[in-house]
């Protein structure tokens, strides 16, 4: 199925584009999401720490899946993900 | 004693006495210097109960050792008691002025007393002399800098000056400096208490430092780290400035819309049109404070807006976020009008902004009218009405007097069940980060011993967010979920100590994400100290426990300081649905770990014997 991906700041650069669409097999979840997108190394470092908690935000439709089932969440076609990084300041 | 002048000047302001005196270097050690020198000062010469807008209240004004170091070092501290939440109170603020005021000859400058007359302080090369500003009381703060740098007939003599709203003690009141803000805690009511106008300082004489050969080292290494900077947030501010944290913080709830109501792109779509891009489209040039490699501010002009020509500094987060979302106000020339009148007239954004949006859902509710605000039409997203709303609070003129004290008062006095509406902890309003969004922070609301700052903890955001930050390879902290309150206590102890000393140091946070920052080995260069990292954490602890001291020797129960019903609430919809947090165990346990009674907030006696303060903190 389709998902539909938005990249926000760091990630615009790391993709080289804002906007994706991905291809998840059905029932797919975000990790097999995550498994598409971030498949090196290099690029799993940009979203989980040494003890695999993740750096950024993921945003399915709008909300973050750590308030749903993390990376287990259930996705379904035509979802939006808002792939962006953790950022503070004042 | 090197990096330190070596003295400080007491300003009795109801007798016009000067009197420097001469500081040991263990104090210094003990203090480091900036709000570290402040609270030490402070705790000395006041006796408990004091009135902060009274004749015993005491007003500090600091530097530290790495101030004017070519190190990034270029903030200063305003230190005294906050007449917000009645306890201790402290507030930083970047430019020029710190170096300056180093360069004069002083490490800090401490009022007491009440003038007759308004006057300023004026400090050149070490000779301090009280001058008249009759003349100036009513002035704005552009009008102010123009006259004094006039009078004085030297356009480089650096200010810190309040406007109308601090003469009149309005606690929404900044000291301002070079469009800057040392706006939290209401210091600004206490300065225009005492009758103290400005502090203007003119100084050429350069502090030597133990170790120049190792500093030009470590400074240059710092200066490649930021040159070459692979940090995203040091990237992020060295290209924008805090601008881009709008664009950052609204998609995951971080960033309070609707004065804290709602989260997340979403709940406010016209967001985009004060993204760090739109304000980019009117910089004019980039600013950075004196000596610091990232220039992260900038100047703007905003040619023929509906509020007319504006040039002035670009806004920051915090004030988009304040006058932008947290009013549902998208208009950029508002938010940039609203800016203006704030570094105009000396202005707290965040205080102003929370109690503007306070007062919007106070009208919306039809807890307030036409009738109250004078006509003005407070609804969301009003631009018109933000601008006005601004401008009367900086008068203290009609509905604007209901609010120059910021959220809290203006709950008290409006009453009708507003409380609810208030966004603030003990007094103070809470900045532009939801702590459920950025937690770091939230232990900061929690813990720290002033409540609701956006500039107290740092350290343990970037930790959480799984970023490097200045020591994070040294304090080598497990990875942890940010949500374990317990696992995380011991951890926000030793963060918030870092913190202390980063700011008390006369540092900046933003260079902590430069990744090349030695703040350490440059404290050792500068004094010839054989600083550690423990000596690093144990001060810091230091400094946190004689603030808390303070506020529990004034009578502060900082354990009532709750955060509001809305912000403790777990999100029913948006980014941070269903994130709970649990605010009355991060205050237990951070207490607890920062050895702390968690019931009563007091630091335990073992604490005040470890960390060498029994001679001072003998009264609680």
């Known amino acids: 199925m389709k998902i539909r991906v938005r990249f926000l ?15 998840v097999p059905p029932n797919g979840k975000v990790s097999d999401l995550i498994d598409v997108l971030f498949d090196s190394d290099e690029k799993r470092g940009y979203i989980f720490s040494e003890n695999n908690y993740l750096k950024g935000h993921f945003l399915l439709n709008g909300v973050n899946i750590l308030g749903l089932d993390g990376l287990q969440t259930l996705l379904k076609e035509d979802d939006e993900v808002v792939i962006m990084p953790n950022m503070s300041g004042g | 004693m090197f990096a330190y002048n070596g003295k400080i000047l007491f300003v009795n302001l109801s007798t016009g006495e000067i009197e420097p005196r001469e500081l040991d270097e263990s104090l210094y050690r003990q203090f480091i210097g900036c709000l570290g020198l402040g609270i030490r000062i402070i705790y000395e010469n006041t006796k408990p109960g004091f009135d902060p807008l009274g004749p015993d209240s005491m007003l500090g004004f600091s530097v530290g050792p790495l101030t004017g170091s070519g190190l990034h070092g270029a903030r200063f501290a305003i230190t005294g008691k906050s007449p917000m939440t009645g306890g201790w109170g402290d507030a930083n603020c970047g430019g020029s002025f710190a170096v300056y005021f180093k360069n004069a000859g002083y490490d800090g400058v401490f009022f007491t007393g009440i003038s007759e007359k308004p006057v300023y302080l004026f400090i050149k090369n070490g000779v301090a002399e009280l001058r008249d500003a009759s003349h100036l009381w009513g002035k704005d703060v552009y009008q102010t800098e123009e006259a004094i740098k006039q009078e004085l007939e030297d356009s480089r003599v650096r200010i810190c000056s309040i406007g109308p709203p601090g003469e009149r003690l309005a606690y929404c009141a900044a000291v301002m400096h070079d ?40 400074r240059k290494t710092f200066l490649q780290g930021v040159k070459n900077v692979q940090h995203p947030w040091g990237q992020a501010l060295r290209d924008y400035g805090t601008p881009i944290f709008f664009d950052a913080l609204i998609p995951p709830g971080s960033t309070p819309i609707k004065n804290f109501a709602v989260q997340g792109e979403e709940a406010f779509p016209d967001y985009a049109l004060c993204k760090a891009d739109e304000f980019m489209k009117y910089r004019t040039r980039r600013h950075a404070c004196l000596g610091c490699p990232i220039a992260c501010k900038g100047w703007l002009e905003l040619k023929d807006s509906k509020y007319g ?14 006058f932008g979302s947290d009013c549902l106000v998208s208009d950029l020339a508002a938010v940039v009008k ?6 105009q007239y000396g202005l707290d954004t965040i205080e102003v902004g929370a109690t503007v949006a306070f ?57 009708k069940g507003s409380e609810k509406y208030a966004m603030h902890s003990g007094g103070q ?21 002033t409540p609701g700052r956006h500039t107290a903890n740092h350290v ?18 497990p990875d942890l979920d940010p949500l374990d309150v317990d696992a995380n206590a011991g951890i926000n ?34 004094t010839g100290w054989d600083f550690t990292l423990e000596e690093c954490i144990k001060t810091g602890r230091r400094i946190d426990a004689l603030r808390q001291a303070f506020n529990i020797r004034e009578g502060v129960d900082t354990t009532e300081w709750k955060m509001p019903e809305r912000v403790a609430a777990v999100p029913t919809d948006g980014p941070m649905k269903g994130k709970k947090l649990q605010f009355d165990r991060m205050k237990l346990k951070g207490y607890e770990a920062m050895g702390w009674d968690p019931k009563t907030g007091k630091p335990l006696a073992s604490t005040i014997d470890e960390l060498g303060l029994r001679e001072l903190v003998d009264d609680l």
Request: aromatic share 6%; hydrophobic share 45%.
């Open chain 1, 9 to 23: 700041l760091d990630f615009i650069k790391i993709f080289g584009q804002n906007t994706m669409e991905v291809r």
């Open chain 2, 179 to 218: 469009q800057s803000a040392a706006g939290r805690s209401g210091l600004a009511a206490v300065m225009g208490s005492k009758r103290l106008k400005a502090f203007v300082v003119q100084g050429s004489n350069k502090v030597p430092v133990a170790d120049p050969e190792r500093l030009a080292q470590l």
């Open chain 2, 309 to 322: 020509s504006i040039s002035g500094t670009i806004p920051e987060y915090e004030t988009i976020t304040m």
């Open chain 2, 338 to 343: 609203a800016n203006d009148l704030c570094n």
């Open chain 2, 359 to 415: 007062a919007i859902e106070c009208y919306e509710n039809g807890l307030i009218d036409d009738k109250d605000t004078g006509g003005i039409e407070l609804k969301w997203g009003n631009a018109d009405a933000l601008v006005a709303v601004v401008e009367k609070i900086a008068r203290r003129e009609g509905f604007g007097d209901v609010l120059a004290d910021g959220v809290k008062v203006a709950a008290d006095r409006i009453g």
């Open chain 2, 429 to 449: 309003a809470l900045p532009a980060h939801d702590p459920r969004g950025d937690v770091g922070l939230g232990w900061g609301y929690c813990c720290d011993a």
């Open chain 2, 460 to 477: 343990k955001h970037s930790h959480d967010c799984k970023v490097a930050f200045t020591l994070s390879d040294r304090l080598n902290f």
């Open chain 2, 493 to 526: 102890a030793v963060c918030s100590a870092v913190d202390r000393v980063i700011t008390s140091a006369g540092l900046c946070f933003f260079a902590m994400w430069t990744e090349q920052l030695p703040l350490i080995e440059a404290i050792a260069a500068v």
